[in-house]
T-cell receptor
Framework: TQLLEQSPQFLSIQEGENLTVYCNSS?????LQWYRQEPGEGPVLLVT?????EVKKLKRLTFQFGDARKDSSLHITAAQPGDTGLYLC???????????FGTGTRLTIIP | GAVVSQHPSRVICKSGTSVKIECRSL??????MFWYRQFPKQSLMLMAT?????????EQGVEKDKFLINHASLTLSTLTVTSAHPEDSSFYIC?????????????????FGAGSRLTVL
């Protein structure tokens, strides 16, 4: 079983601060995705990264895929209350649509 | 964009009864659907892979006789929790493969339903 460990598990910060969430594994993946999930809803895809070292930006969110394709990070600049939610990384391998989800990071932005 | 609908969104049932949850791809055909369960404050755990026209593939530790999956058409998969017990109470989420999501890089992209919260009394 491929494990994706996310850190921190919980994070509560003030509005306007910056933060980074990490997703780590000992396995290599062909692609990695980040999702945000709000209570009582399904996860919503934020980004997909497929190339080692790839960096993608989505407004205030910056996603990076590790060079060895074993880890990823999500950096949020100037966090806003609307960023509050459960952030999940998920990975898959070539030829397999199954996603393995990370342990999750529950983020709370305090106004 | 691709949309996946789950029904019901919430269901409460008595212990010992069976509950059926539907997962529909509304604007695309999904040859493969996945079923997950999520306990409070935890991540999603894959239960099974549902392929249209064939038997579902269950993950290790998931009882196939307990969680019946049927994928009779390219737009519908159902999960039936048989003889439900309080420990089966959870948030069940499906996802479907085959939709087109904006911004993806050609990698495996799944569209998730909004989830179904099951409470067994």
């Amino acid at each position: 079983t491929q494990l994706l460990e996310q850190s921190p598990q919980f994070l509560s910060i003030q509005e306007g601060e910056n933060l980074t969430v990490y997703c780590n594994s000992s396995s290599v993946f062909s692609s990695l995705q980040w999702y945000r999930q709000e209570p009582g809803e399904g996860p919503v895809l934020l980004v997909t990264v497929v190339t080692g070292g790839e960096v993608k930006k989505l407004k205030r969110l910056t996603f990076q895929f590790g060079d060895a394709r074993k880890d990823s990070s999500l950096h949020i600049t100037a966090a806003q209350p609307g960023d509050t939610g459960l952030y999940l990384c998920a990975a898959s391998n070539f030829g397999n649509e199954k996603l393995t989800f990370g342990t999750g990071t529950r983020l709370t932005i305090i106004p | 964009g691709a949309v996946v609908s789950q029904h019901p969104s919430r269901v409460i049932c008595k212990s010992g009864t069976s509950v059926k949850i539907e997962c529909r791809s509304l604007d695309f055909q999904a040859t493969t659907m996945f079923w997950y369960r999520q306990f409070p404050k935890q991540s999603l755990m894959l239960m099974a892979t549902s392929n249209e026209g064939s038997k579902a593939t269950y993950e290790q530790g998931v009882e196939k006789d307990k969680f019946l999956i049927n994928h009779a058409s390219l737009t519908l998969s159902t999960l039936t929790v048989t003889s439900a017990h309080p420990e089966d109470s959870s948030f069940y989420i499906c996802s479907a493969s085959g939709g087109r999501a904006a911004g993806n890089s050609g990698a495996n992209v799944l569209t998730f339903g909004a989830g179904s919260r099951l409470t067994v009394l």
